[in-house]
């Protein structure tokens, strides 16, 4: 069989088009894969088949660039590896389908509530799921109406890789970091902290593009770790339930990996419920018996080679079901245990 041309974009190290390279490599399937990314320093560009430099997607150049790159090297799917890129690929999702790329990305209804903070939150709770109490801020007043503490203070869009993330154990630490948000946004959301560190998940669900549920996959993260916590402090509020340390993962996530059904079940239904297509991903906590949704990546998961590891690969999955036609097996068999993570290095010669 020859190999499949895909392209992966935004490849740089660390990020989520690293981890589809890792998935596709753990295929049994061939691919040839063509990277792009907008750094020449990247380390997932010394790992492709074919490396390419692009533009930011904020460029009006990226997607002819990005066109061009597929019919120069006959690509058959293309990959999103960042949410800039998804946004703006969104928008241009005809230009990908008429020239007969499979484009596996969430439909633009999906992708307009999910990467809006509050406005995830506002589905989940108004569909019937549990969402931790919340607040879309837009200024002080209704920054110190928030009542519950301890709080998770964050922009309600952008912010990846947990940046500008605030943990507020008292009204003055709420007030000292809303204030500072303030400034930097229009807007953000404040969640109510809840659970422990050791009952967090994240779960993906992934459907065809028919919107038919194949399976689903769960990581109980490990995440008081150095490499998997964005930050960590003593408890210090009256709310000895949340247990003696509060922590806040920072999407490097390890742990046990398995089917957690208690959990899968529920973003099984959320998945259907928002009309998601391809792979999405569930950030919650278990808390009291009850799923604690705090937010929804509408994209592949930085848990996608972990996944791969245990036979859950989702992009091969994918351009199987799509590209090659072939019959996909609804709740296949994968494996279960823990994946714990470390740092690789990459060298790169001089010429």
């Known amino acids: 069989m020859e190999p499949i041309p895909v392209l992966v974009t935004a490849v740089g190290g660390g990020g989520l088009g690293e981890q589809l390279i890792k998935a596709l490599r753990l295929a049994s399937t061939p691919y040839r894969i063509i990277g792009t990314d907008m750094s020449l320093l990247s380390k997932g560009l010394a790992e492709v088949d074919h490396a390419e430099r692009v533009p930011p997607a904020r460029d009006p150049a990226f997607i002819p660039i990005l066109l061009e790159l597929c019919r120069r090297y006959r690509v058959r799917a293309v990959l999103c590896g960042s949410e800039a890129e998804i946004r703006v690929i969104d928008r241009h999702r005809e230009a990908f389908a008429s020239s007969g790329l499979f484009l596996p990305i969430q439909p633009s209804s999906v992708l307009d509530i999910c990467l809006d903070k509050v406005?995830?939150?506002?589905?989940?709770?108004?569909?019937?799921?549990?969402?931790?109490?919340?607040?879309?801020?837009?200024?002080?007043?209704?920054?110190?109406?928030?009542?519950?503490?301890?709080?998770?203070?964050?922009?309600?869009?952008?912010g990846g890789g947990s940046a500008n993330l605030f943990l507020a154990q008292t009204a003055e630490e709420l007030r000292f970091f809303g204030e500072y948000l303030l400034k930097q946004c229009n807007e953000f959301i404040v969640q109510e902290y809840v659970g422990t560190p050791e009952e967090e998940y994240t779960a993906g669900v992934l459907l065809d593009m028919d919107g038919n549920l194949i399976h689903s996959i769960a990581v109980r993260r490990i995440i008081l770790t150095a490499l998997s916590n964005r930050l960590k402090e003593p408890n210090r509020s009256t709310r000895a339930d949340l247990g003696p340390v509060l922590a806040i993962s920072n999407g490097v996530s390890q742990g046990e990996i398995g089917p957690f059904p208690e959990v899968c079940r529920v973003c099984e239904e959320i998945a259907l419920r928002i009309g998601a297509r391809g792979a999405i991903n569930i950030q919650c906590r278990v808390s009291a018996g009850r799923v604690y949704v705090f937010e929804i990546n509408p994209r592949f998961s930085g848990t996608t080679s972990l996944r791969a590891m245990v036979g859950y690969n989702e992009p091969d999955l994918l351009i199987r079901r799509h590209v090659l036609g072939e019959e996909i097996t609804q709740r296949f068999a994968y494996r279960s245990g823990t994946i714990l993570r470390g740092l690789s290095e990459t060298f790169i010669p001089s010429a």
């Open 119 to 158: 406005k995830t939150a506002a589905f989940i709770a108004g569909n019937g799921f549990h969402s931790p109490a919340y607040a879309r801020i837009t200024n002080k007043e209704e920054l110190e109406a928030f009542p519950h503490l301890p709080a998770v203070v964050k922009p309600s869009v952008g």
